[in-house]
T-cell receptor
Framework: DAGITQSPRHKVTETGTPVTLRCHQTENHRYMYWYRQDPGHGLRLIHYSYGVKDTDKGEVSDGYSVSRSKTEDFLLTLESATSSQTSVYFC????????????????FGQGTRLTVV | QKEVEQDPGPLSVPEGAIVSLNCTYS??????FMWYRQYSRKGPELLMY????GNKEDGRFTAQVDKSSKYISLFIRDSQPSDSATYLCAMSAGNSGGYQKVTFGIGTKLQVIP
């Protein structure tokens, strides 16, 4: 298995509280991603990082922020959790995104199941 | 209309059957096509990767891409109970530089009955 660890694996939190999810990799991959997975939707990108302190928004970034102070760690923060953020969150990593002459090599973590009550 | 359409199933087949999983898409810029397998309560894992049109075979798995029809397929031969999982298709236009959006299907849940 690729060395990607997400923590916590499960969390229940109350509406309005801040929540931070952590992704730790041992692959030394440059790119890291946070996705959410909901029934009826494919995996949707929240934010991604292309290097230390280099991040950008994905398609569902509202209400989320990220930080990457070290190559191996990518944090996802819900500033003020809402019930619509109840989901399963996946971290993924890859050295380079798919593109000309490059195969995809994305690896996913085990997921964090977050419930906002 | 979603960019990528995938029937969520569930699809139940007897052990040993040939399974056909499919996705259609609307974005003609897609040229990189992936299939991921996701076991219950686990993260997705890359199963097959194909660039542009054509077929790719890996053991019991064959991926096909028909860009003219905007249709991709994953075939599983001699299906096993261990193949029971959700299969996600994913596609990207790719980029010569950095990140290019990857669009995922919602996944098809497959159950192989012993």
């Amino acid at each position: 298995d690729a060395g990607i660890t997400q923590s916590p694996r499960h969390k229940v939190t109350e509406t309005g509280t801040p929540v931070t999810l952590r992704c730790h990799q041992t692959e030394n991959h440059r790119y890291m991603y946070w996705y959410r997975q909901d029934p009826g939707h494919g995996l949707r990108l929240i934010h991604y990082s292309y290097g230390v302190k280099d991040t950008d928004k994905g398609e569902v970034s509202d209400g989320y922020s990220v930080s990457r102070s070290k190559t191996e760690d990518f944090l996802l923060t819900l500033e003020s959790a809402t019930s619509s953020q109840t989901s399963v969150y996946f971290c993924a990593t890859e050295n380079m995104p798919v593109g000309p002459g490059r195969n995809t090599e994305a690896f996913f973590g085990q997921g964090t199941r977050l419930t906002v009550v | 209309q979603k960019e990528v359409e995938q029937d969520p199933g569930p699809l139940s087949v007897p052990e040993g059957a040939i399974v056909s999983l499919n996705c259609t898409y609307s974005n003609s810029a897609f040229q990189y096509f992936m299939w991921y397998r996701q076991y219950s309560r686990k993260g997705p894992e890359l199963l097959m990767y194909t660039y542009s049109s054509g077929n790719k075979e890996d053991g019991r798995f064959t991926a096909q891409v028909d860009k003219s029809s905007k249709y991709i397929s994953l075939f599983i031969r001699d299906s096993q109970p261990s193949d029971s999982a959700t299969y996600l298709c994913a596609m990207s236009a790719g980029n010569s530089g950095g990140y290019q959006k990857v669009t995922f299907g919602i996944g098809t849940k497959l159950q192989v009955i012993p």
